[in-house]
């Protein structure tokens, strides 16, 4: 496990460090996400595939930058999770009448236990992200 003293070049690279860069990177595609629970599906395929691009683009661009442990997992996942709601939204997968759910309940829990859990076995960086 890679330990990083306060301050170190991953901490000050790391957009998820900072709450205020955490709301504005991620945030923002989460309130984007929720305002657009109600929509209707075309409305709603379209707001939660690009934010959810976004946050899984900037989760790896994160882990490029700082070498922060969760967001090499979640990057892919919210990528995966793009697809997944593109799919369902439009029609090519459908998910039955609880799908927009499933896919947000399984976004949320997905996030928190690769987030959690991939930094408690492996550390909060990748080993020789000092930059």
Same mark, same amino acid.
């Given at each position: ?7 170190? *070049? ?13 709301? !504005?990177?991620?945030?923002? *595609?989460? $309130?984007? !996400?929720? +305002? ?21 683009? $900037? ?16 990057? *892919?996942?919210?990528? $995966? ?10 029609? =090519?997968? *459908? =998910? ?6 499933? !896919?947000?309940?399984?976004?949320? !829990? ?9 930094? $408690? +076995? =492996? ?9």
């Amino acid at each position: 496990m890679s330990k990083c003293v306060s301050g170190s *070049p991953s901490e000050r690279a790391d957009w998820a460090g900072s709450l205020r860069q955490f709301a !504005i990177v991620w945030g923002l *595609p989460v $309130a984007a !996400i929720l +305002v657009a629970a109600p929509f209707a599906p075309p409305a709603k395929t379209l707001v939660w595939t690009g934010a959810l691009i976004w946050m899984g683009a $900037a989760c790896l661009a994160n882990a490029r930058r700082c070498g922060r442990t969760h967001c090499r997992f979640t990057g *892919p996942y919210f990528l $995966a999770l793009a697809g997944l709601t593109l799919a369902h939204g439009s029609g =090519l997968l *459908p =998910l039955g009448p609880h799908g927009w759910g499933a !896919i947000g309940l399984g976004g949320a !829990i997905g996030a928190a236990a690769l987030g959690w859990g991939s930094e $408690a +076995v =492996l550390g909060k960086y990748a080993a020789g992200s000092g930059r």
